[in-house]
């Protein structure tokens, strides 16, 4: 519950105190244990490209803090919508009819979960009453979350290239099956370790490391691909988080495996 402030200062300093190189953790882990994704659990992502030499080796990696709603796809397979999970389903599937009994609780179609969840974490109540109904909010209007994108490369952008960059990882996430609902507060932080961008105190004139336009677009399809790719994870490793309000409920691996070989994502 953010409105609670659980976080100290003590506890920003031992985050930063205790910071280090390597394998982060993903899933239901730090600021990604109450977030929501597709109305199921969502939380903390990574993912990573590096491009080849020819394209000058540069490497983007993202972070993302899953938080939203929409109709889950992956790599085209429309995931959400085979699961029986998904933005607006009340309203525009089997004409607003309500879920069959026999349905209910099979994790195959996503349902049994006791919390469809508000604001897109898991700690939000249920705008209908019902144990046994889709976990997205369906409600025009209504705040779906908003995720937390962060993006990081060494290749030498400027701040126009940067912002240029941030907004390819937006593109990222409509590969998901985000639409940005009205209530989304959808944000991308982009910033670059090469050296040669840094400013320093002191320096009235300094020479500039800046990576050509035309050298841009492998650099934005890498972070496209990316961002795409942190969120899956970001799910795939989450599991069921609870609450004083319910349940939210971990993406269900092997159904979702056997949407995406219906649909030929994988053999």
Same mark, same amino acid.
């Given at each position: 519950d953010i409105?609670?402030?659980?976080?100290?200062?003590?506890?920003?300093?031992?985050?930063?105190?205790?910071? =280090? *190189? $390597?394998?982060?953790g993903e899933g239901s882990v730090g600021a990604g244990t109450g977030t929501?994704?597709? @109305?199921?659990?969502? !939380?903390?992502?990574?993912?990573?490209?590096?491009?080849?030499?020819?394209l000058g080796g540069y490497a983007v990696g993202v972070l993302v803090q899953s938080n939203f709603g929409g109709i889950l796809q992956i790599a085209g397979a429309p995931v959400g919508r085979e699961l029986g999970r998904y933005s607006f389903r009340n309203q525009v599937g089997s004409r607003g009819a309500p879920e069959p009994e026999e349905r209910r609780g099979d994790p195959r179609r996503g349902g049994g979960a006791s919390d469809p969840g508000r604001g897109g974490? =898991? *700690? $939000?109540?249920?705008?209908?009453?019902?144990?046994?109904?889709?976990?997205?909010?369906?409600?025009? @209007?209504?705040?779906? !979350?908003s995720i937390m994108i962060v993006v990081a490369t060494d290749a030498p952008l400027s701040e126009r290239n940067?912002?240029?960059?941030?907004?390819?990882?937006?593109?990222?996430?409509?590969?998901?099956?985000?639409?940005?609902?009205?209530?989304s507060g959808d944000y991308v932080i982009a910033f670059s370790t090469a050296e040669g961008v840094r400013r320093r105190p002191g320096e009235d004139v300094r020479s500039v490391s800046d990576?050509?336009?035309?050298?841009?677009?492998?650099?934005?399809?890498?972070?496209?691909?990316a961002t795409e790719e942190a969120v899956y994870n970001s799910m795939f490793k989450a599991v069921?988080?609870?609450?004083?309000?319910?349940?939210?409920e971990a993406l269900p691996i092997e159904a979702t495996v056997d949407v995406l070989r219906r649909y030929g994502v994988i053999r």
């Amino acid at each position: 519950d953010i409105r609670s402030r659980p976080a100290t200062e003590a506890h920003v300093r031992a985050a930063l105190e205790g910071a =280090a *190189s $390597g394998p982060g953790g993903e899933g239901s882990v730090g600021a990604g244990t109450g977030t929501s994704a597709f @109305g199921w659990k969502g !939380g903390i992502g990574t993912s990573s490209r590096v491009l080849p030499e020819p394209l000058g080796g540069y490497a983007v990696g993202v972070l993302v803090q899953s938080n939203f709603g929409g109709i889950l796809q992956i790599a085209g397979a429309p995931v959400g919508r085979e699961l029986g999970r998904y933005s607006f389903r009340n309203q525009v599937g089997s004409r607003g009819a309500p879920e069959p009994e026999e349905r209910r609780g099979d994790p195959r179609r996503g349902g049994g979960a006791s919390d469809p969840g508000r604001g897109g974490g =898991a *700690s $939000g109540r249920d705008p209908r009453g019902s144990a046994g109904g889709p976990q997205v909010e369906e409600r025009q @209007g209504e705040s779906q !979350g908003s995720i937390m994108i962060v993006v990081a490369t060494d290749a030498p952008l400027s701040e126009r290239n940067l912002e240029r960059v941030a907004r390819r990882a937006i593109m990222g996430l409509s590969r998901t099956g985000s639409f940005a609902s009205n209530g989304s507060g959808d944000y991308v932080i982009a910033f670059s370790t090469a050296e040669g961008v840094r400013r320093r105190p002191g320096e009235d004139v300094r020479s500039v490391s800046d990576l050509s336009n035309e050298r841009m677009s492998a650099i934005f399809q890498a972070t496209l691909e990316a961002t795409e790719e942190a969120v899956y994870n970001s799910m795939f490793k989450a599991v069921a988080v609870s609450s004083r309000w319910g349940t939210r409920e971990a993406l269900p691996i092997e159904a979702t495996v056997d949407v995406l070989r219906r649909y030929g994502v994988i053999r």
